[in-house]
């Protein structure tokens, strides 16, 4: 049964950082590309970050770009988002997901990191930042 779980969310102040990991189970994670979504009330769904299996490259959201790295170690089925430099814009509830498909299409980051393009989500941890 595949899992996917986040943790690493907290209360900070602007300027601060956090690690989120998110803890897979379920499935070959060297399978898979992984995304990064976050939501905010009464906003839509974005997608801040993904990492392909295949080679380790990744996708960041302008909003987050040169602030938010993203990383893999298969060997703990887990994938890792470094968030510095937070803003009180980054406050949400922060998802990962399961790239949909199989084989070379499942490794690789989609073309647009929108929701639909994957099929399995953690139950998120709460990143608020803070003053």
């Known amino acids: 049964q595949v899992h996917l779980g986040e943790s690493g969310g907290g209360l900070v102040q602007p300027g601060g950082s956090l690690r989120l990991s998110c803890e897979a189970s379920?499935?070959?994670?060297?399978?898979?590309?992984i995304g990064w979504f976050r939501q905010a009330p009464g906003k839509e769904r974005e997608g801040v970050s993904c990492?392909?299996?295949?080679?380790?490259?990744?996708y960041y959201a302008d909003s987050v770009k040169g602030r938010f790295t993203i990383s893999r170690d298969n060997a703990k089925n887990t994938v890792y988002l470094q968030m510095n430099t937070l803003k009180p814009e980054d406050t949400a509830v922060y998802h990962c997901a399961l790239r949909k498909g199989r084989g070379l299409v499942a490794q690789f980051c989609p073309f647009r990191n929108v929701a639909d393009e994957y099929d399995y989500w953690g139950q998120g941890t709460q990143v608020t930042v803070s003053s």
């Open positions: 990492i392909s299996s295949s080679d380790g490259s990744a």
């Open positions: 379920g499935f070959t994670l060297d399978d898979y590309a």
